[in-house]
């Protein structure tokens, strides 16, 4: 099993920054995709970033420019940080991974508790 721990959301003014942290601990043999997911009210949860094992990251175009993905492969750890934070940046962000627990077992989807981000206008 894996375990993702998120910290580091909370309450900013438009326009202000923050950054999210996930921690993944467990038996983790190697983690394919790392990133993040929102999802807003009344919405569906959206991909915000994510970066492969080789440093390649996704990012959806609502946050592109402003939010940057950042992996820590030796500390199994991925950060967000967010910039330019805008009011439709409200959220419940999830730290999401895709990893392998056995060398013989294929990868899972693992998801952490969520961390709520609101911007203030």
């Known amino acids: 099993q894996v375990q993702l721990v998120e910290s580091g959301g909370g309450l900013v003014q438009a326009g202000g920054s923050l950054r999210l942290s996930c921690a993944a601990s467990?038996?983790?043999?190697?983690?394919?995709?790392m990133g993040w997911y929102r999802q807003a009210p009344g919405k569906q949860r959206e991909l915000v970033a994510a970066?492969?094992?080789?440093?390649?990251?996704n990012y959806a175009d609502s946050v592109k420019g402003r939010f940057t993905n950042l992996r820590d492969n030796p500390k199994k750890m991925v950060y967000l940080q967010m910039n330019s934070l805008e009011p439709e940046d409200t959220a419940v962000y999830y730290c999401?991974?895709?990893?392998?627990?056995?060398?013989?077992?294929?990868?899972?989807?693992?998801w952490g508790q969520g961390t709520q981000v609101t911007v203030s206008s």
């Open positions: 970066t492969t094992i080789g440093g390649s990251t």
């Open positions: 999401y991974a895709n990893a392998r627990t056995s060398l013989w077992g294929g990868a899972a989807e693992y």
């Open positions: 467990g038996t983790v043999i190697s983690i394919n995709n």
